[in-house]
Each structure stands twice: as C-alpha cells, then as structure tokens.
C-alpha cells in the first residue's frame, strides 16, 4: 500500500479523467499539475493550452503563473491573447477545461470574485479572468477543489461562472451548447451532475474518506449515485511521477 | 464617449510620426497626465515594471487604470494613491494569493476607494482588439449566465442582424497612453516583441500616446522570423532603454521571471507600514 496524502489523490483522480486526444485549457495549481501529470502517464499525446497563448506546451517544470517562460519554450505556438480566446476559446477548438473557484454550489456554478456584498465586500477575491468563457466554450469543464463547508455552499455569494445554472436545462435555455461541469474533483470525491437535474452527484469516493465526512465538509444535502464507486488509489507510477514533477518545480523556482 | 476625429489618436493626427527615443522620466513626463486613462499590459511576461515605477515617483494622480491581470505593479500603483478607478478581469498574485493592497482599497478605500470596472479575460482582450481596430465596442460570445453583467453596466447584449443570435457587446479600450515593455528598438525605433506577447500590441495601437520601454536598443533588430510582433516606429510615442525594465517579470531571451519575488510580495504587501517602507527605499528612493 502506497501512502499518499488526499492532496495527491485528487490531482491524481483528475489527471485520470483526461484522455490522450484532449485538447485541454490549463489553469495554475491542482489543474496544472493534473493536465501534465496526465501528458507525463497514460496522456503522452494530450495538447495543453494555457490562457497566455501557449499552444501545445510540455512544461518540464510547472510553472507558478499562467505566462511562465517555461510554457512558451516548450509550446508549438504562441498566440497573442486576443487570439487565443477568439479563435481558440471561442472558436470552439477545445474539449476540455479546468476551473476552480472559492466558492461552488450544488449545480457547479463558480464563484471567484467576492465574499459578501459585491459593493462592499468582505474579502475580494482576484476574479473571473477567463471563467465565464471557459465555462461555456469548453466542451466540458472538470472542476478541482477542496472539499469543505467554507467552499461548498448552499448559496454563491456571487455567481462568476455558469455551471449547470439553476438545473435541469438551464444551460440549453441560454443556448449554451456545451456540456458544462461533468466532473467534480475534491480531496474526498469525484461528483457527476445528475442526468436529469444535474446537481452534482457523488459517483466515487476516495480510499478511507467516509459519507460522514463528505458531508461535513458540504453545504448542502449530499446526493448519491445508487452505485457509488471506491476511487483506486494511486499507484506507484502516479505517485512517483507527481512528486518528481513537483520535485523539479521546487528547485526550478528556487534556482530562479 | 469619443466620436469621429475624437477617435483618432495623437499618433495617427501626427505627420512627423517616428517615434522618439527618450530618457524614462522624458517619457513619463511627457505622456503621462493626472486623471489619464492609463494601459500597462505584459500578459505575465514584458510587465513594465520601471515605467510604472517612474509613474508613482513623478506622484500621477487621479489615473484610470486598465490591465487584464493587474499584478504587483499595481498593487504598488493603487497602494501608492495613483489610481482612481481599475478595469480588470483578474487581479492576484499568479500562483500565490491575493494582491493585498489592492484588496485593501477596494475592502477598507486606503488609502483612498478604488472604482471597479470588472470584465473577463475575453471581453478584455476583445476591447482592445477593437480599439486597435478602430471600432467603438467589442462583440463576442460572452458572459453567458454570469452575474458581472449585473454590476458593470458596460456589459450590453447585441443581436446579431444575420443570425439573430445574442452576443455580449463593450466598449472598444481607448486608453489615452498605453505603456509597455519590449525586448528591443532599433535606432528609427522600431520596436520588437518575442515570446507571451499578450494584448502589448492591441494596447499600443488603441491608445492615443504610447511608451515602450526596451531592453536594448540596437543598430538593426537583426535575424527574426518575418512574423516577429513588429510595432513600426510611426505606430510609437516615445521609447525609453531600460534594461531590466520588467523585472520581477521577465524578458523573454534576456532573463527569467523572478519567481521568488513574487512569493516575498506576499509579505512586504500584507500590511500598509511594511509596503510603504518597501516602496520608499525600492521606487520612491531610487532614480
């Protein structure tokens, strides 16, 4: 048995979710660290494009922002931004993107711009940058984070990014074509939207995390499938490649 | 909002138009006034650092700031008093957290309250796409089912007259200055960008002044690709050498981004006593 911490279950757990032919929006952090612990397994071939323009990058290191030279050294190409979210985004050409958020409810609407009031609020958060497209211009959108009560709320305080909006069919009724959030990755779980109301439902739940502690750590009145799977744990090859790319990021930024 | 000759930048109104090459105060104290609608972009890359530097010591005042991803440099500009209002689609420390002085402003107004104009990544970079087109507003598909559109009533809906689809309409970006940091001039000042070029180019081209700071300036802007992002020198306002000018960002070619500069920020940034002593020695002390 491999010890590992849920931190690196859930990047593992949604770099599995990735296939070789994706086309993939990169964000910083767990998302970065999934898309190419993916392309450094069973993905060798997946296509990674980060916000900054870099298409089809191979990051030896992960880099701590979006626009690292690291990226545009190792990309086939790089666009200018306009480019990059008219053609690229836009235009329809991706299949997969990554977000996350501060704040998710139960249908995965995101929320990355305040706590409290818009006007006055508690604590502003950095905002949407390229959320509000991502979430409707990817064919669909895996979401990574955190599992906890603080994040998992029954209420957005603001909503920055659709999701499955109110439910059902809400996305179509905007004539949004996309499929929107189908995975949800936390340190503890893996949701799925519901066929029908697509409020995120939990599909499978990591090694060693109980119901109770989902629940816990949910705002909301958790659902199940009727055949809730046990998440496999990370074997040896995930692990070892996870931590030596997390190794390399660590001397990389410290050198620099 | 501008019309007609309005339109048209200084630059374009200008027939002697080559740029010139300037110390970075001319620069500054030239195209720079209080209450200015000001551009500094560099996508994480290019950010120019020292011009926004020179801003804060020649004490601007009353500025508009535009940035897709204001970072560091204008968590010192707002912290410092220059701005009165932001546009932005995301304001962090990349990788890191919050940019505490900006936060400070907009949660407690210090050191004085800041005015939001919030969009996203994509409505930003169409904006500017459309003030370098010349156009008056942006179209794209957009903000679907987001609730800026509920506070930031320059987020409009438009139908397309062909397809009667809704799209997300903004005004064009017409920044009175736009100033950005650049790898190279030659001589005439022609400028040259490599590597993220971001929306630098858009910036330049939609504002009616324009700084460029570079790293070198050389005789003949020598071998590159003939697809090389290219400012012509009569497309410029003034060009000022300052090597290492983007630093903790990075120039593409001359040095990398200063990750752990960024990681310090965290701290020096986190109470106001702390960023002004750090300002004080770091900018306001140093010529």
């Known amino acids: ?133 991502i979430a409707t211009h990817c064919g669909e959108v895996f979401i990574i984070m955190q599992h906890s009560r603080r994040s998992f709320v029954d209420k957005l305080d603001f909503m920055t990014s659709l999701g499955h909006g109110e439910g059902g069919g809400h996305r179509q009724r905007q004539s949004v074509k996309t499929r929107g959030p189908t995975r949800l990755i ?58 030596e790319l997390h190794a390399r990021t660590r001397a990389a930024h410290a050198a620099s | 909002m501008a019309t007609g000759l309005d339109q048209l930048s200084e630059k374009q109104m200008t027939v002697s138009g080559r740029a010139r090459i300037v110390s970075l105060h001319e620069a500054v104290a030239q195209c720079v006034r209080d209450g200015d609608v000001v551009a500094m972009e560099g996508f994480t890359h290019l950010i120019p650092y020292a011009a926004g530097h020179e801003v804060i010591r020649q004490q601007r005042k009353h500025l508009t700031l535009i940035r897709m991803t204001p970072d560091i440099l204008y968590d010192q500009l707002i912290g410092m008093g220059c701005a009165d209002k932001l546009m932005f689609s995301w304001g962090g420390n990349p990788g890191v957290g919050s940019l505490h002085r ?65 799209l997300a309409a903004v005004p064009a970006i017409r920044p009175d200055v736009a100033i950005v940091h650049a790898q190279k001039a030659d001589r005439r000042g022609n400028v040259m960008f490599e590597g993220i070029v971001g929306v630098q180019k858009q910036a330049v081209l939609a504002a009616r002044r324009s700084i460029v700071t570079v790293e070198e300036i050389v005789d003949d802007l020598g071998p590159r690709s003939s697809n090389a992002v290219i400012l012509p020198s009569w497309t410029v306002t003034v060009i000022a050498c300052v090597p290492k000018g983007a630093h903790p960002s990075y120039a593409h070619g001359y040095y990398p981004r200063d990750n752990n500069f960024y990681i310090a920020w965290d701290k020096i940034a986190r109470d106001r006593d702390g960023f002004l002593a750090w300002m004080q020695t770091h900018v306001l002390d140093r010529r």
């Open chain 1, 1 to 133: 048995m491999n010890e590992y911490s849920q931190n690196e279950m859930m990047t593992i757990a949604a770099a599995r979710s990735l296939r070789n032919e994706d086309i993939c929006f990169v964000g910083i952090g767990a998302p970065s660290a999934a898309a190419n612990l993916a392309r450094l397994t069973h993905a060798p071939d997946i296509t990674l494009i980060y916000e900054s323009g870099t298409i089809e990058t191979r990051p030896s290191v992960l880099p701590l922002s979006i626009g690292d030279g690291e990226l545009c050294d190792t990309a086939l190409t790089t666009v200018d931004v306009p480019e990059m979210f008219r053609y690229w985004l836009q235009g329809g050409r991706i299949t997969v993107g990554f977000l996350g958020g501060a704040q998710i409810d139960r249908f995965a609407n995101l929320n990355t711009t305040v706590m409290g009031d818009y006007q006055h609020p508690k604590v502003r958060l950095p905002g949407g940058g390229g959320a509000p497209e």
């Open chain 1, 186 to 243: 936390t340190d503890l779980c893996i949701f799925e939207p519901d066929p029908e109301t697509r409020e995120m439902t939990v599909m499978s739940i990591h090694p060693g995390v109980s119901r109770e502690q989902i629940q816990d750590n949910t705002g909301w009145n958790v659902r199940y499938a009727s055949h809730v799977q046990s998440t496999p744990s990370p074997d040896a090859a995930e692990l070892s490649v996870l931590r």
């Open chain 2, 102 to 166: 900006f936060r400070d402003a907009v949660e407690h107004s210090w050191p004085q309250p800041l005015i939001l104009e919030e969009h996203s990544h994509a409505a930003m970079a169409n904006a500017y796409d459309a003030g370098a087109a010349g156009l008056p507003c942006a179209v794209f598909r957009g903000y679907v089912g987001a609730e800026l559109r509920r506070v930031n009533a320059n987020i409009k809906t438009i139908e397309c007259p062909f397809t009667g689809e809704q």
